[in-house]
């Protein structure tokens, strides 16, 4: 997280709801009850396959879901593309016309529903990236070779004994098939092996949680194999707060597959909730279509229609979860709240200037520790 403020802003959820409660959250709209992302930045967004082999950009990681606020989604996303401008060293304008655009694209969800809405070009080539990838690369991504075995060193850490023993009586090689085949990456006629498993060191957001890598080998009637990656990770508590009357799965893992479900389907039917060591842990198929977007390798000048393009994925995610009257009521409590000097409304745009200027305090105090860490 010390790289850049951007960086910062993304690893550090936490900040974010904390800022949000010392805040004036009076001052941000309450709209309908509904899933929420929770954690609703750039790089929780990326095309994701679904099971009938279509590549769509979705929101990609539910961790922090909830039944909430769906402002919060905004100023989350907002939030995440001005620091993106700002680490950038883009000129203010640049961040001004961004957060505009996140709004209109965000609020076309509520007037219109083409079938298809069209990708701005940075996002259509990394669509083309994602269609074009095959299962050799995204071994060859995690493990930077296609043997079935997973290689240990800074990234992956072997397994104690009894962390193989309760993997092996999580996951008995007699249902190993029948998983599979629940999570699509295998049909009847093919058998399927764990081939390996290995403790995943893998990102900020997974310190100190439980996270494996497993590997499984496929093979078909004719004898050909093919190998699949597993991520099973614990399900975190939420940091986001929740409608107060909302009924959620009080198990971490089953309330994060179900928002998956609800949020971003594609996704959801491709992970399992579990229970590993008495931790809620959830088990997700990696397909090599899976991407996320680095807003840092975006082209500058395409930072507005990348704005309004996301605001849409998050719109279509909120607006069919509601009825015809919550979509009229929150569309016009959006339109309401526009500013005669931007486009943007002043609530959005307050909250977003407030939540950065917290942010790159915390990223400076941040850096100060790591580097007195370092020191030490």
């Known amino acids: 997280m010390a790289r850049s403020a951007h960086a910062y802003v993304r690893g550090n959820t936490e900040r974010f709801y904390e800022w949000l409660n010392a805040s004036k ?92 809405v069209t990708a701005p070009g940075a996002i259509e080539t990394l669509l083309k990236q994602a269609i074009g990838r095959t299962w050799k690369q995204l071994v060859r991504d995690h493990l930077c070779h296609t043997k079935p075995r997973i290689p240990l060193g800074k990234r992956f850490w072997a397994l104690s004994r009894r962390e193989q023993r309760v993997i092996a009586d999580l996951l008995p090689e007699t249902e190993m098939a029948t998983l599979a085949e629940q ?23 997974s310190l100190g949680r439980p996270r494996y890598a497993l590997l499984l080998a496929i093979k078909g009637p004719t004898g050909r194999s093919r190998l699949a990656m597993l991520d099973l990770k614990e ?27 609800v949020l971003s389907t594609a996704l959801g039917n491709r992970m399992l909730a579990l229970r590993l060591l008495d931790r809620p842990m959830v088990l ?58 931007v486009d943007a409304p002043s609530w959005l745009w307050q909250a977003i200037v407030e939540a950065l200027a917290s942010h790159e305090r915390g990223y400076l105090q941040h850096c100060r520790r790591h580097i007195a860490l370092i020191d030490a």
Request: neutral net charge; contains cysteine.
């Open 284 to 341: 997700r198929e990696l397909a090599p279509q899976d991407l996320k977007i680095e807003p840092d390798c975006l082209p500058p000048g395409a930072m507005d229609q990348v704005a309004a393009y996301l605001g849409r994925v998050v719109g279509d995610a909120h607006v069919r979860q509601m009825s015809a009257k919550d979509r009229e009521d929150w569309h016009r409590t959006l339109r309401q709240s526009r500013s005669k000097v």
């Open 183 to 205: 999570l699509g990456i295998a049909t009847k006629e093919e058998s399927v092996t764990l081939a390996d498993a290995a403790y995943w060191v893998k990102g900020c957001s």
């Open 235 to 261: 399900a975190p508590p939420a940091a986001a707060p929740r409608h107060d009357k909302a009924t959620m799965p009080r198990d971490n893992a089953e309330r994060v597959v179900t928002a998956a479900r």
């Open 25 to 116: 959250p009076e001052l941000i709209p309450v709209g309908p009850s509904i899933w929420i992302c929770g954690d609703c930045h750039v790089g929780n967004l990326g095309p994701v396959i679904d099971g009938e082999g279509r590549t769509t950009v979705v929101i990609r990681d539910l961790d922090q879901a909830v039944i909430g606020n769906p402002a919060h989604d905004l100023i989350r996303l907002g939030l995440s593309l001005a620091s993106a401008c700002r680490s950038a060293n883009l000129p203010g304008a640049v961040s001004v016309r961004v957060v505009d655009a996140l709004l209109d694209g965000y609020a076309r969800a509520f007037t219109s529903r083409p079938a298809r």
